[in-house]
């Protein structure tokens, strides 16, 4: 089976989403992962996001990129330009793409304000997901 390797900074949103839809959109064709290039924790708005959309990442933990997923992976999809830069070197048989996406971790305001950027970047991540089908 594929192997898909969701990245981004911290494994604590994007990533985590993405692996959440993959794990269900694309459960027949592929394996799927995600990591960061540091550890920041699991973000209980991407936590609440998906919930609202019927996916269940409360159980998912942010972790490190694992070096033999990583060299193993037909395809890396990096999910912001710090975990495309910071990355290590992809190996030349991987296809890799990136998504550049805002981080919702960054949005300020009430809850409902921050949820709502949650929401964008949560429905375009479900977009690409689909697109990889």
Known sequence: MNKIYFLCTGNSCRSQMAEGYAKVLLKDQYECQ?????????????????????????????????LDYFNSADLIVTLCGDARDRCPVIPPQTQSIHWPLPDPAQATGTHEQKMIVFRQVRDKIKRLVIGLA
Do not use: F, R
Request: charged share 25%; aromatic share 4%.
């Open 34 to 66: 995600s990591a960061g290039v540091e550890i920041h924790g699991l973000n209980p708005y991407a936590v609440e996001a998906m919930a609202e959309d019927g996916i269940d990442i409360s159980h998912q933990k942010s972790k490190l990129i694992d």
